[in-house]
C-alpha cells in the first residue's frame, strides 16, 4: 500500500511531492508524458511564489537567470497610458515554465524522489480502506491519499464526478514566442490596447526574447507565422520593429473554470485541475504552486499523527476562495483588454489613464499580482519579514525560520518565555531560557509591522500564515 500518490508532474505535482518528501512522507509521482516539458507555457513567477523558493533554499537559479520586470506599459495608439512600476519587493520575474519545471524536477530528486513518466493513471475507485488505481503500466496500486495535479483535463476530477463550472472566452488568442528588435526595454511588459484587439509582449530570457499574445479577430483558427506577427506588431508600434527568430508559435483559447470541490475524502485537486482561467496577469501556476503548498504540511501533519483529519478541510475553503477570487479578478481584466464596443473603447480610453496613473492603484495592484497579500479568514495574513538582531548582528525573520518544518511561535515582550520561541525583547534581558532565540528590535520595525503590543503572541504556520 502507497501512502500518497501524486498524479502528474507539472509545476503542481512538483511542488506537492517535494514538499511531501521535505517533511518525510513517501510518496510516488506518475505522470504519461514521456518526459518535462519543452514548451516556455507559464512565464510569470510572483514574488510570493519567489519568498516560497528562498524559504525552501531553491531561489537562486530562479533569481539569477529570470528577467526582473520593472514596469508594465499601456499602450494605445501610439499613446502611453501609464507606466505602472513595480515595488523590488512585488516584482515578478519571468522564465520559461519548462525552466521552473527542470529546477522543481531537480530539487524532488535531490530529496530522492523519482518521476514516474510515461505512467497514465486510467482509473480509480474507492475502497473502504484505500483508493485503487489502475495504471497504463498495467499495475494496480492501492494508496491511501491520492493528490490530481492531473491538470485541466485531470483524470481524478473526472473520476470524482466533480464539476468544472465556467464558460470559454469567445475569442481564439495566438502566442509566439520571438525575438523583437524595437525601442522598449527588454524587462518592462508592453500592451498594447487597440480598437482591434489586445496584444501583449512579455519579455523572456535571451536577447531580446518575447513571448507575444494578441487576438486572432479573423475568427480562424489558423497556425501563426511570422510574416502575421511582425504585421500585428507594425500595426501598433509607431517606430521601427523587427520580429525574428520564431521558436513556438500557436493559437489558444481561454476558459474560466473552478472545480465545486478541491477535496472529497482522501482525494484532493491541486493547481489546473481545481482552476483555470485567462493567463492575464500570470497568476495560473503560482496558484497551482501556493495550492500545493497549503496542501502538503497539512496532510504530512495528519499522516504523521501530529494533527486531526479535520486540518484538511482548511485545504479547500482556503484555496477555493482564492480560486474565485481569481477567477473574477481574471475574467474582469481579460474583458476590460479585449474590449470591442465603440462607446465602451472611448471611456476606457479616458478612464484607463487616470486610474493607472494613480500611485495607490498601482501598488495596490501590484501588491494583488505578487500574491503576497493572499489572506485565510480575517487573522491569516502572511506573517510579514522584518529586520532584527542577533547577538548585535542583523538579519530578518525569514533568514532564521527558513525551511522549518513546525510551527513558530513569535513573543514580543519583557519576560523571558519558558516555551521554545522567537522572542522579541527588548535586547536588556537575561539570557533566555533553552529553545528561546532572544531577537532585538532597535529600529521598532518589528512591533510595526506585526502591531505588537508588549506580551503578544504570534503563531505561525508552516506556510508561512498567522494562526
Ligand atoms: C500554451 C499555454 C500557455 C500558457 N501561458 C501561461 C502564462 O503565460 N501564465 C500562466 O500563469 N499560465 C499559463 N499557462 C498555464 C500554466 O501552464 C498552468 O497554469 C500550469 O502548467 C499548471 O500547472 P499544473 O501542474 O497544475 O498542471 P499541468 O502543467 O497541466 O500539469 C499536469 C500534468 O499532469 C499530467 N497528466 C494529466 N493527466 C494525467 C493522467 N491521467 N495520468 C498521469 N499524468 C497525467 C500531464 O502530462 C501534465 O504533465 C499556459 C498554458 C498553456 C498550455
Not at 500518490?5 to 521535505?22: K, Q, W
Not at 516539458?37 to 528562498?54: C, G, N
Not at 501610439?78 to 525552466?99: C, G, H, M, Y
Not at 479578478?329 to 464596443?341: F, G, M, P, Q
Request: charged share 25%.
Amino acid at each position: 500500500m502507497e501512502e500518497v500518490v501524486v498524479i502528474g508532474a507539472g509545476p503542481s505535482g512538483l511542488m506537492m511531492a517535494s514538499e511531501l518528501a521535505r517533511y518525510g512522507v513517501p510518496c510516488r509521482i506518475l505522470d504519461k508524458a514521456k518526459g518535462p516539458t519543452k514548451l516556455s507555457k507559464a512565464l510569470a513567477l510572483q514574488a510570493r511564489t519567489l519568498e516560497i523558493f528562498d524559504f525552501l533554499g531553491i531561489a537562486d537559479p530562479f533569481v539569477k537567470e529570470g528577467i526582473h520586470l520593472k514596469a508594465v506599459n499601456p499602450i494605445s495608439r501610439n499613446k502611453p497610458l501609464a507606466r505602472i512600476l513595480f515595488e523590488p519587493d512585488t516584482a515578478p520575474i519571468t522564465l520559461p515554465q519548462s525552466r521552473t519545471e527542470q529546477l522543481l524536477g531537480a530539487h524532488l530528486s535531490s530529496l530522492g524522489v523519482q518521476i514516474e513518466w510515461g505512467v497514465e493513471l486510467l482509473s480509480f475507485k474507492q475502497e473502504q480502506d484505500a483508493i485503487e488505481l489502475k495504471l497504463s503500466s498495467g499495475e494496480v496500486i492501492q494508496t491511501q491519499w491520492l493528490i490530481g495535479c492531473d491538470g485541466a483535463h485531470s483524470t481524478v476530477r473526472g473520476g470524482l464526478d466533480l464539476k468544472f463550472k465556467g464558460e470559454p472566452f469567445p475569442d481564439i488568442f495566438s502566442l509566439a514566442d520571438v525575438e523583437i528588435e524595437w525601442e522598449y526595454p527588454h524587462d518592462e511588459l508592453v500592451v498594447f490596447l487597440e480598437p482591434t484587439g489586445v496584444v501583449a509582449a512579455f519579455p523572456m530570457p535571451g536577447d531580446q526574447r518575447y513571448r507575444l499574445i494578441y487576438e486572432h479577430l479573423s475568427g480562424e483558427a489558423n497556425e501563426p507565422t511570422l510574416e502575421e506577427v511582425q504585421l500585428v506588431l507594425s500595426r501598433c508600434v509607431g517606430g521601427e520593429v523587427q520580429v525574428t527568430h520564431p521558436r513556438w508559435m500557436g493559437n489558444f483559447h481561454i476558459s474560466s473554470r473552478l472545480t465545486n470541490h478541491y477535496k472529497r475524502g482522501p482525494i484532493f485537486l491541486v493547481g489546473d485541475a481545481a482552476h483555470i482561467h485567462s493567463p492575464v496577469g500570470g497568476q495560473g501556476m503560482n496558484t497551482g504552486l501556493q495550492d500545493a503548498f497549503n496542501l502538503a504540511w497539512k496532510l504530512a501533519f495528519v499522516i504523521q499523527g501530529r494533527e486531526g483529519k479535520e486540518l484538511l478541510e482548511t485545504y479547500e475553503s482556503e484555496r477555493q476562495r482564492v480560486g474565485e477570487r481569481l477567477l473574477k479578478a481574471t475574467e474582469i481584466a481579460t474583458s476590460v483588454a479585449t474590449l470591442k464596443n465603440r462607446l465602451a473603447l472611448i471611456l476606457r480610453g479616458w478612464v484607463a489613464p487616470w486610474l493607472l496613473n494613480r500611485k495607490w492603484v498601482q501598488k495596490k495592484l501590484t501588491r494583488a499580482i505578487s500574491q503576497l497579500d493572499i489572506k485565510y479568514g480575517k487573522k491569516g495574513i502572511r506573517a510579514p519579514n522584518t529586520v532584527v538582531y542577533l547577538n548585535g548582528e542583523k538579519t530578518d525573520l525569514f533568514s532564521l525560520w527558513k525551511g522549518a518544518r513546525d510551527y513558530k511561535k513569535l513573543v514580543f515582550g519583557l519576560k523571558s518565555p519558558k516555551d521554545p520561541c522567537f522572542w522579541i525583547g527588548t535586547g536588556k534581558e537575561m539570557p533566555p531560557a533553552p529553545g528561546v532565540t532572544l531577537l532585538e528590535d532597535r529600529t521598532g520595525e518589528a512591533r510595526r509591522a506585526y502591531r505588537a503590543k508588549e506580551g503578544s503572541v504570534f503563531i505561525i504556520r508552516p506556510d508561512g500564515y498567522l494562526l
